[in-house]
């Protein structure tokens, strides 16, 4: 009937790992990050899942906060991007969007347009990424004109983003903390600063609100053991099952460009999911998959829709064997370091093509 691949959605899991979160950071409003389809696990499922908990939630731009709305999704919902068209402000008040702005071409746009009421802002300084953000310099002066204008609403947020928070000794960080923290004392300003590696180990980063993305999805976002990163459950299992299961002589080869060999009789197990499943093509033979709970390894180019396991010497493997991709026994963070990235990206990739399957 249906192909066996399909990405397990543990919305239990989601919701303990979001509790954790709320539980290091009492103090704090925490924002679920859901840009980027909740980090392929389905942007309206993961809101409405934690839609009871969350004060508002956090995506990249208008098009994802709209398709949010239009499921029925009522919270606020801050948007990353800001404004990047005066069109869009209309929108923002009717349907309770919470622009970042970044830079004053947008902070122009904010206080030149008509609007029926003002709407909650947040201004994102540069500390020290380098990437989005006013100069630390202007930013006391941009926020006291933005407070000035009738469009914006009392309270504006001061907020920006760190370069290296998974790192847990680093100087930038520091620094980065120490430059919000003097513009917002001086202005009176609430904060927000933390992703996720920061509101685990950085607590001198909590502010007012905190945008944890990554680690509600349940993995860890260091690169090394950590005791509070290691506790959460990962929320996707990316599950497929044995469908062709061969022996190949010693001397031939598996798949694409024959770049696996066998050097002893072998068992072959091949698996319906490849990189139009979001399985990086770039995973090397050797890269672990979990057979009927055993490790086993990717023998052989990933194909689009097809990758080859070497199953030799694993015990009751056969056709309809589960396999697990990456999930709850296998961590994507693993398979991410294999293929030479990082597990937020094999997370967003998974296509739509793989359903999803919510449990919990
Ligand atoms: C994506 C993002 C986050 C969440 O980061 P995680 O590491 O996934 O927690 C927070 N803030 C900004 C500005 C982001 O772009």
Redesign the pocket.
Known sequence: MSRPTQAVIDLAALRQNYALAQQLAPDSRNIP?I?ANAYGHGAVAVARALEPEAPAF?VTCWEEALELRAAGIRLPMLV?GGIYHRDELPLAVEHNLWPMLENEGQIDILINAKMEKPIPLWLKVDTGMHRLGVAPEQAAALYRKLQASPNAAPGIVLAT?FASADDLNNDLTRRQIQRLRDIARTLGAPTSLA???ALLAWRESLGDWN?????LYGNS?FPHAHELGDRLIPVMSLQSEVVSLRTVAAGEAVGYGESWRATVASRIATIPVGYGDGYPRNAPSGTPVLVNGQRATLAGRVSMDLISVDVTGLGNIAIGSPVELWGKNLSVNEVAAAAGTIG?ELLTRVPLRVPRVYQG
């Open positions: 990050v840009k956090v990353l983003h992703n996720s590696p945008r944890p993305g990554y680690m976002p937020y």
